[in-house]
């Protein structure tokens, strides 16, 4: 047996199909959606999400409904969400990215391996080559992929190392 199968625990008791409605057949917005069962476990994905979203619930084994997981299914994405604050929130896969947001971060890596971490005060880039990008509101720093530069900017000042010394500016 594997260590990872041997350290498995079961996380979710089970998984149930939904379509909800968010007009009625008049094509009405409705306050709350009519929420649906498939009788067949089939469901077509409607093209706009704001009419009618295709969904499944995974109920989790421990009974907690917060880290019970809603799966969307859209044209464009999937989308994983919950109410958990102890770990992540929101995981969207889409055809160039997979998104997760945790603990009021996102992370997203793109298609072509970079990585661009978010939070409410700063961004952080780790480029497909690995050079690294950080900006704030007071300071932007680089890192060549290489390791042999380093940038810093300020609103007053300009410093950079590279393999020809240090350079350091007033702005």
Do not use: C
Request: charged share 30%; no cysteine.
């Amino acid at each position: 047996m594997s260590k990872i199968a041997s350290q498995a625990a079961r996380v979710w008791k089970s998984a149930q199909l939904y379509i909800g409605f968010h007009r009625d057949p008049e094509g009405r917005q409705r306050s709350a959606p009519k929420v649906w069962p498939p009788k067949d476990a089939r469901a077509s994905i409607h093209a706009d999400p704001d009419i009618q979203e295709t969904f499944l619930m995974l109920k989790s084994a421990d009974g907690d409904a917060d880290q019970d997981v809603q799966i969307k299914l859209r044209p464009d994405m999937v989308v994983l969400r919950r109410d958990f604050d102890g770990a992540w929130e929101g995981i969207i896969a889409d055809t160039h990215s997979v998104s997760v947001k945790v603990g009021g971060v996102s992370i997203r890596i793109n298609h072509d391996g970079s990585i661009t971490r978010e939070d409410g005060d700063s961004t952080t880039w780790v480029e497909a080559d690995g050079g690294v990008l950080k900006k704030t509101e007071f300071v932007e720093a680089a890192v060549s992929s290489d390791g042999m530069e380093m940038t810093r900017r300020t609103p007053d000042n300009l410093t950079a190392i590279t393999p020809h010394g240090l350079l350091s500016k007033d702005r």
